[in-house]
């Protein structure tokens, strides 16, 4: 069973940044479309921005276009979610998640949850006014 764990969250304030990471168990995440998405109280989970298994497809939702960027060192196994000018409504629980799924660079494939096998647990971010 691969495990996917998220770190890096945390509060900060409107304009500052932060990096989420996400690592999988047994080096697997080198195999997986990565994609994060984030839940705010109250509201439906979200597609945030996916990366294919080679770098070369990257997404991104309009919300966070221009502010965030998603990379990943396969070397070491670890996805990175770079937030800049972070705002408010940025606030979230934001959850990596891994798929096996290879070929399709579509915004509807990345963004559609139920294609995605593995979850991590969440990591708070918490963008204050």
């Known amino acids: 069973q691969v495990q996917v764990v998220e770190s890096g969250g945390g509060l900060v304030q409107a304009g500052g940044s932060l990096r989420l990471s996400c690592t999988s168990s047994?080096?697997?995440?080198?195999?997986?479309?990565m994609s994060w998405f984030r839940q705010a109280p109250g509201k439906e989970r979200e597609f945030v921005s996916g990366i294919s298994q080679s770098g070369k497809t990257i997404m991104y939702s309009d919300s966070v276009k221009g502010r965030f960027t998603i990379a990943r060192d396969n070397t070491k196994t670890t996805v990175f979610l770079d937030m800049n000018s972070l705002k408010p409504e940025d606030t979230a629980v934001y959850y990596c998640?891994?798929?096996?799924?290879?070929?399709?660079?579509?915004?509807?494939?990345?963004?559609?949850?139920?294609?995605?096998?593995?979850w991590g647990q969440g990591t708070q971010v918490t963008v204050s006014s």
């Open positions: 047994g080096g697997t995440i080198r195999f997986l479309r």
């Open positions: 998640a891994g798929d096996t799924g290879v070929g399709v660079g579509t915004y509807e494939y990345y963004s559609t949850e139920h294609r995605y096998e593995y």
